[in-house]
């Protein structure tokens, strides 16, 4: 059976799937493509010596998409659980964000302990298909947890009041407690809930690539490109601000 | 009047009250810029995303339009003719797809059916660079040639979709149409299908009119739908927009705006038609 | 010279069909043809895919036993809500279209630009967007929750095809039963009561099933405001499974036979309802 | 005679947009007495006698009937319609409705009259149009003749002073319209009053007391019945009748 | 006569499911032959002629016209109906088209004309029907009785050799019914074969060689015009009669 490392060689190009998600991947004011993601998916293709093309799906699209062969690679800040292992391959992780959470400064002003949360009354948000979700529902079992296609669709519902807080992947919290300064904080000083690990999602029973992405991320763990690149995009938004169309 | 000034002043009370209600920050220059800016380099105004998206939706609404037209004229002929196997054919795929959630549709049409259909065709393997969809014309119509083929995926499943309740309407026309009117065209000797394209078809267009236009402008607001399958259209990179800006409200105001737009201009465009086909009998 | 007299005037000839039949078989099997070509076409792509099915692991969307106890999974769950969504919007938005058929219908003018406005307004723009300004936007300020933003959104679209529905059907009675009406001395309210809405109800009742259908479907787009009826199960387990053509699959048998079985219980009761005619 | 007329009709105006359909008519009807409205197609028989009880909004001239005034758009026009009956070309009659129902609803809803009653009251008038055995039956089951028939109870179990006909036996087939014919002359015999609208003038010269010409609009010429049909004085009216009679 | 007969008819029976509509027809009309079809309604008279030209199926027994066999279904039944013009109690015009449209339309695409000369033929019969003058406007345009003209022109048109009527006067004013019978008359003595179901006896009298009488779908009595009338030997028959001079 052919890898997709092969077609992607005779191609010429790798084509990669993912999605919008600050700071993974975004738009620029030019309505270019930018973003960690977007930056190690550039430096795999070049080192691949090919093109890199980016193919923005849907979320909810995005898994059968891979599966039908419209793209090879998903790098879209997907994190690694068991039961998502079972259909897809997953290489080794190329980045390991926190989540934290944001409140509703509000609502959990006698909030005191993070078992407070812990509660049937208490609704908790996060952006459908994230990790966050999964650490909501080990963390929190009695609270409802509603999920959002969207950061932004979530986030608003913290700020309405209608839910007490919302989980996200550092540094995105921060951002939005420094815009609504006084109607949310970070919960608990921004401790880290749970770290993720996001990988590369691939088809099944292609062996060959498994391998070489991983390698791939194993040496650019090795020689600190990852991290660089990691601390430009995650340390703060002062660096790529004036780019970005974001807040 | 009362009832009148009554929906007014609620108007008026929603207005006033979102500022000291809703916690938001309003801000329309980010969104603004994502529908067109200042080039860096050359110092002209460009399109941006959601003008770009914008004319995606165009182009598939003019598309979309025509093709669903096109299967539903047919689909709706075959609905109401003698040979058994083409009511069948058409009364099943009329129940599919009126039954089936779109989503569920587009993903069964998508991911399996176009995957055989297009690299048989050899839809697949165009050349990006030959001149034939490299040009001027064909960006005009079809957009960027690197995303034709997920253009035309998109398009068909939208057409295919449409065509179903084209299908009824034009069904529903043709049976309008007074018995009479068939039997005086057998009577004069008139072959079936000389019969629909000069008696039946003319008569029941006029008919059918109004319903089409609706069912044309629902095509322009489900053409969303397919973003699922990656095709940049308005609701699609007004997601992204959304997402990357954090403002929401501004984005889908705007957006509504536009689908609005050319919605309205097309029920416009299509009142005209309606009016010139009804002054043209009398 | 041709076939004798048939003896019974009352019973057609038999047999007359036997030629005819065969030609159905044929036809219907011109049919099959078809679709098998297009079923084939279905299986090709999916086997292409090396797809790799996991239906094993459906079960627990729909139940799990914990200590001989049903816990009910979150399909189950999702149509329940579903149901109930889709009925409340329904029943709303028939009443919605009354009300905004008869306002078009009416004389005063006041009524018939509300109408339109609404009409225009709600038919123009995309229901996604609608959703997105009505819960974020509206409800805060009037103060519903989630599910009421949802299922008002869903009636009010709706709403608006119902009126044309209606309308279309109330101006489909001749008029001459409007004047009988008007010559027997009846109230404007009791002309509508006894006379117009009873016999427009059979003009009306196939495309408003054509609309309830769809408000089941529409109903789906709730999912963006995280209200958790079927779709948005779906969207969730596809997240955590990623098992998205197992969970499409039973999502689409789940609605189809909703809405199937609903266009089946419309049509009994349409039939019920012109039995009396004749 | 010393009554009041019952209809009174005076300068009535209407037009359609810019068509004018009538103009300056003047018509009163006294208590019994029987007209009968003829002329060419188009000539407004029809939109005159619908005016009488407002099915058409006049906007100059009066109509009084039963001494009230009747107005456009004016209240309580139920009390006036009350008094007035009419039996249509086309019957219509409410095909959903059992033939009792069809002639019970008017009395219960208008007069305000109790259930038996009124069937009491309409099986009475369908005895008097000779089809009392089909009151169970629906409209679209009885011949035309029989529907017209059973329109003309309808009117009658209101309990009008008068009855507008408009051409009630046109649409029927030449073997319905005896029985027909036959009802209307029993009522008029009965003393009812009657302004009818018809081209039969075997009908005519059997019971009208006086026959109204119209054409264009307007009244042409208003003669006793034997004296219109063997020498109409203006000339449209002896064209009319020629035609009439050419077949 | 030494010709074989125009339309030969034998033991024609149809069925409605299971009501039959037709029994045991049997009728020939021989070439220049007016036959005048009359009986009650819904005795078959409408159904017969129709099955002429098979705008109706029957189930058994033979139709020839013009030597050729009519059978259900059959291939080539537009070179059947090009020899047999139909005249329908409703005009049937087509309301879309000029008036010469509605005429030219037969001979265009039936018979292969060319446009000028079906032009030519169509003003032609226009003339002859007496509204040359009014062949641009559209049929809504025109009164009743000159849409029936138009269409026993546009019948004309396909220079038949047999001009089916069914009850071509009954949906016209009173007024309008004398013209289309002349025009009618005019074509009988230009020695057209009709078959006419109708009942205006003066035109059956003055036109008619036969008349029939049909009833439930049976032929009852056969008779030349005078015996019918005057003296009719079925009782049926003189019931129908007594009904239709009764008013
Ligand atoms: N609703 C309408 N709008 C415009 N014109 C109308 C309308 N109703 C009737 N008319 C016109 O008014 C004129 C009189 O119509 P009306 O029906 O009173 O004639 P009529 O004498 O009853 O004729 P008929 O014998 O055909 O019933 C006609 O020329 C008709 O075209
Ligand atoms: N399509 C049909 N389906 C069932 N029954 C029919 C159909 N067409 C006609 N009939 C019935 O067949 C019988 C004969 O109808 P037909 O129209 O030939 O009568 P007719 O003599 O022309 O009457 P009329 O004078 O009313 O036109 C009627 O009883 C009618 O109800
Ligand atoms: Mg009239
Ligand atoms: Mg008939």
């Known amino acids: 059976q052919e890898s997709v490392l092969d077609t992607i060689q005779e191609r010429g190009t790798l084509t990669v799937g993912m999605s919008t998600f600050v700071p993974w991947a975004m738009r620029s004011t030019e309505g270019e493509l930018i973003g960690f993601e977007i930056d190690v998916a550039t430096k795999l293709a070049e080192d691949m010596g090919v093109e890199v093309e980016f193919v923005p799906t849907a979320w909810s699209g995005i898994i059968p998409a891979l599966l039908a062969g419209k793209f090879d690679v998903i790098i879209g800040g997907m994190s690694i659980t068991p039961q998502r292992n079972l259909t897809v391959n997953f290489t080794a992780p190329y980045a390991n964000s926190g989540n934290q959470l944001a409140a509703n400064v509000e609502l959990t002003a006698d909030f005191t302990d993070m078992s407070d949360f812990d509660d049937t009354s208490v609704n908790l948000v996060c952006r459908r298909g994230v990790v966050g979700c999964d650490v909501l529902a080990a963390s929190f079992p009695r609270a409802n947890i509603l999920q959002f296609d969207d950061n932004a669709q979530a986030l608003q519902e913290v700020l309405n009041g209608n839910a007490h807080a919302i989980i996200a992947s550092a540094p995105e919290p921060a951002f939005w407690v420094e815009d609504n300064a006084g109607t949310i904080e970070l919960a608990f000083g921004g401790e880290y809930l749970a770290r993720g690990n996001e990988a590369f999602a691939l088809r099944k029973g292609d062996p060959d690539a498994l391998n070489f992405f991983s390698n791939w991320i194993l040496v650019n763990q090795e020689n600190g490109w990852l991290e660089e690149r990691h601390d430009y995009w995650f340390s703060g938004r002062k660096a790529w601000m004036d780019v970005v169309a974001t807040e | ?282 | 010279m041709n076939k004798a007299l048939a003896e019974n005037r009352d019973r057609p000839p038999v047999g007359f069909n036997a030629g005819r039949s065969a030609g159905v078989v044929w036809q219907v099997a011109q049919a099959l043809l078809v679709f098998g070509a297009l079923g084939w076409l279905v299986w090709r792509g999916i086997d292409a895919m090396e797809y790799r099915w996991q239906w094993f692991r459906v079960e627990p969307f729909f139940f799990r036993m914990i200590d001989g106890e049903i816990i009910w999974g979150p399909l189950v769950r999702g149509l329940l809500l579903t149901i109930e969504i889709a009925a409340i919007a329904g029943a709303l938005a028939i009443g919605i279209g009354f009300v905004t058929a008869l306002a078009r219908l009416s004389n005063s003018f006041a009524a018939r630009i509300l109408a339109t406005a609404y009409l225009e307004a709600i038919r123009n723009t995309p229901l996604l967007v609608q959703l997105f300004l009505v819960y974020f936007v509206l409800a805060p300020i009037i103060g519903i929750d989630r599910f009421w933003a949802g299922v008002l959104c869903l009636a009010f679209y709706e709403g608006s095809f119902a009126a044309e529905i209606i309308r279309g059907g109330l101006r489909g009675i001749d008029r001459g039963q409007y004047e009988a009406a008007d010559a027997v001395g009846l109230t404007t309210w009791d002309k509508y009561r006894y006379i117009i809405v009873p016999q427009s109800m059979p003009l009306i009742l196939p495309p408003l099933t054509g609309l309830l259908i769809s408000t089941i479907k529409h109903s789906a787009i709730v999912s963006v405001i995280a209200l958790a009826e079927l779709t948005t199960q779906g969207l969730n387990l596809v997240s955590n499974t990623f098992m998205a053509f197992e969970v499409w699959f039973i999502v689409a048998g789940i609605y189809l036979v909703l809405t199937v079985s609903l266009s089946f219980a419309i049509t009994l009761f349409e039939h019920i309802l012109s039995k009396p005619k004749r | 005679m010393t009554h009041p007329p019952l209809v009174e009709i005076s300068g009535l105006c209407k037009w359609y947009d810019d068509f004018s359909a009538l103009y300056d008519i003047n018509l009163s009807v006294a208590e019994g007495e029987k007209v009968v409205i003829c002329g060419p197609s188009g000539s407004g028989k029809s939109t005159l006698i619908r005016c009488i009880n407002q099915l058409e909004e006049h906007q100059q001239g009066s109509i009084r009937v039963a001494g009230q005034e009747v107005r456009p758009g004016m209240k309580g026009i139920e009390a006036i319609r009350r008094e007035v009956g009419m039996v249509f070309q086309s019957f219509n009659l409410f095909p959903h409705m059992t033939i009792l129902d069809n002639l019970t609803l008017g009395p219960m809803r208008n007069r305000g009259m109790r259930g038996d009653a009124a069937r009491k009251l309409a099986m009475e008038y369908l005895d008097k149009v000779r089809i009392a055995e089909q009151a169970g039956k629906y409209p679209p089951q009885l011949s035309g003749g029989q529907q017209q028939r059973v329109a003309i109870a309808r009117a009658l179990c209101m309990q009008p002073r008068i009855m507008l006909f408009d051409e009630p036996t046109s649409a029927l087939d030449p073997e319905m319209i005896a029985g027909v014919l036959e009802v209307m002359e029993n009522l008029a015999r009965d003393g009812m009053t009657m302004i009818v609208v018809t081209h039969e003038m075997g009908f005519a010269r059997r019971v009208a007391d006086r026959v109204v010409f119209m054409d264009q609009g307007e009244i042409v010429e208003t003669a006793p019945p034997e004296q219109f049909f063997s020498a109409p004085r203006s000339n449209r009216a002896k064209q009319f009748l020629g035609q009439l009679l050419a077949h």
């Not at chain 2, 299967?71 to 039954?99: F, H, K, P, Q």
């Not at chain 2, 095509?219 to 699609?236: C, G, H, M, N, R």
């Not at chain 2, 403002?247 to 029920?267: D, P, Q, R, S």
């Open chain 2, 1 to 282: 009047m009362a009832l009148f000034g009554l929906v007014v002043a609620a108007v008026v009370f929603v207005a006033w009250r979102v500022n000291s209600v809703l916690v938001y920050n309003w801000d329309w220059s980010r969104v603004l810029g994502f529908v067109a800016r200042i080039d860096g380099e050359t110092g002209q105004w460009v399109s941006n995303l959601l003008l770009q998206g914008l004319f995606t939706t165009i182009r598939l609404a003019f598309w979309g339009t025509l093709l669903a037209a096109i299967i539903g004229l047919v689909m709706g002929y075959w609905r109401t003719c003698d040979t058994l196997a083409l009511r069948i054919i058409s009364r099943t795929y009329v129940e599919l797809i009126r039954n089936i959630p779109p989503l569920v549709f587009i993903f069964i049409f998508y991911f399996f059916i176009s995957s055989q259909l297009f690299p048989a065709l050899g839809l697949d393997s165009i050349d990006r660079d030959s001149p034939w969809v490299d040009n001027a014309f064909f960006r005009f119509a079809f957009g960027e040639p690197a995303l034709f083929t997920n253009f035309l995926s998109g398009l068909i499943c939208l057409a295919l979709f449409e065509a179903a309740y084209i299908t009824e309407i034009v069904r529903a026309g043709i049976q309008s149409i007074d018995r009479g009117q068939w039997e005086a065209g057998r009577a004069i000797g008139l072959s079936r299908g000389n019969l629909l394209r000069d008696i039946i078809f003319p008569q029941a267009i006029r008919k059918i009119l109004p319903p089409l236009a609706g069912q044309f402008i629902t095509l322009i607001k489900d053409s969303a739908i397919i973003s699922l399958i990656s095709v940049q259209e308005l609701t699609f990179l007004a997601t992204e927009v959304a997402a990357t800006t954090g403002k929401t409200f501004e984005t889908w105001i705007l957006v509504a705006g536009m689908y609005f737009a050319i919605c309205y201009l097309f029920a416009f465009v299509f009142a005209r038609l309606e009016r010139r086909a009804g002054r043209a009998r009398r």
